[in-house]
């Protein structure tokens, strides 16, 4: 396992990882390195237009990127498998929030997925590891095959959630996928 100042390392560098979540392995980078979050959607074959979502430890980690709440009123979500859409601030670029004016955050439950956010002092851009279209992969061997060198695969175990999490349009309650 790479130590926490390595992957710190490799993410100021624009590099990618791959990272076990709630119910799979997730691709991630530094939330404020636009050419990181461009490797990603390629690798993916996203489109930008689509927004991506940034996971954190805590939400001191998601205030430099959404307006957000009253802990209180995010209280029944996080931690945990639940993504919010809040405000953009300006600080999240439209290589986050695509063509959206909200950005998905998640204070996530998953140890691992917490841990490496509280060791590198910052919110990770995560979502699936997968192109687009597929399934979403589950272990390190898959993450590897897949993508080879072009991301560091960080071994660990994938929650025990059989879907991705539940997200929620903040301001509206209404829920976008369940």
């Not at 390595?6 to 993410?11: G, K, P």
């Not at 939400?59 to 405000?87: D, K, M, N, S």
């Not at 695509?98 to 998905?104: S, T, V």
Request: glycine fraction near 10%; aromatic fraction near 6%; include cysteine.
């Amino acid at each position: 396992m790479p130590t926490p100042a390595a992957i710190r390392q490799h993410l100021n560098r624009g590099g990618v990882i791959a990272y076990p979540t709630e119910s799979c392995y997730g691709l991630g980078c530094d939330p404020d390195n636009p050419a990181a979050v461009e490797r990603i959607l390629k690798l993916k074959g996203r489109p930008r237009h689509r927004g991506l979502i940034l996971i954190a430890a805590e939400r001191t980690q998601l205030q430099p990127y959404v307006h957000l709440p009253p802990a209180e009123q995010t209280a029944p979500y996080w931690p945990g498998p639940f993504t919010l859409i809040l405000p953009a601030r300006r600080r999240a670029g439209r290589w986050l929030t695509g063509r959206h004016n909200g950005l998905a955050v998640r204070v996530t439950a998953h140890a691992g997925a917490r841990r490496l956010c509280r060791e590198l002092g910052m919110a990770l851009v995560s979502t699936s590891a997968n192109r687009s279209g597929f399934k979403a992969l589950k272990t390190a061997a898959a993450c590897r095959r897949e993508f080879g060198d072009r991301v560091l695969v960080l071994p660990g175990r994938i929650g025990r959630n059989k879907n991705p999490s539940t997200i929620i349009h903040f301001a509206s309650g209404k829920i976008l996928r369940g």
